[in-house]
């Protein structure tokens, strides 16, 4: 599943954040973006039936906004990335937990394409997408609309200190710099991992 995660800091663990995250193994393992998590003292989870759990860092890739988490549950359902270079115009979606104190902790799908294979200042981490992203889409998976897979995570947008009102000027760290890290961590991937894209019917069951 996809977890929509509050971070939390202090005595009290009041909430500090929301981002998105997903499972990358059937043993526990989740990403998302390193700076929902950043300068926190706790990390919990909420599984889309309701069920919260505390989740501790693993690795964690400030310079890639990236981070492994751990819960100690099965997570069956969990997504293939791929070590694929998406093409520009690739058609692509995310499913993420946007402004959950406003929009509802509901799941939310927003569909858009690759706009640029480089991201800000022509960075060869990240690709530019037009998915329709807001705080607390970050840490969500960007899958690829033909095969399933995952081919990024979400990580920003482009704000206007730019000097002008950007339209749907957003980033995702590419999944080749994910694989090589999963593979440091020795996730468990069963032969059939290749099988755990998803196509239009499993959406509803993320």
Known sequence: NLAGFSSSQGRN????????????SPDGYLVSASH?????????VLFKKGEFLDARVVREEPQLDLVFLKVDIP???????TNRTSSLGDDIYTIGYPSP?????????????????TGMRDS??????????????SGGPVICEETGEVIGIVVSFLNDKVGFIP?????ALKSGF???IM????????????????????????
């Open 13 to 24: 663990l009041e909430p500090n954040g929301f981002g998105t995250g997903f499972a990358v």
């Open 36 to 44: 929902v998590t950043e300068g926190c003292d706790a990390v919990r």
């Open 75 to 81: 997570t069956p359902s969990y997504l293939a990335v």
């Open 101 to 117: 104190q406003i929009m509802g902790f509901n799941q939310k799908f927003t569909r858009g394409s690759i706009s640029a294979l």
């Open 124 to 137: 060869s981490f990240r690709y530019q997408i037009s998915v329709p992203i807001q705080p607390g889409n």
């Open 167 to 171: 339209q749907n000027v957003n980033y």
């Open 178 to 180: 994910i694989k090589p």
């Open 183 to 206: 593979e440091s961590l020795e996730l468990r991937q069963y032969s059939s991992y290749k099988n755990r894209s998803l196509n239009k019917n499993d959406r509803r069951k993320v």
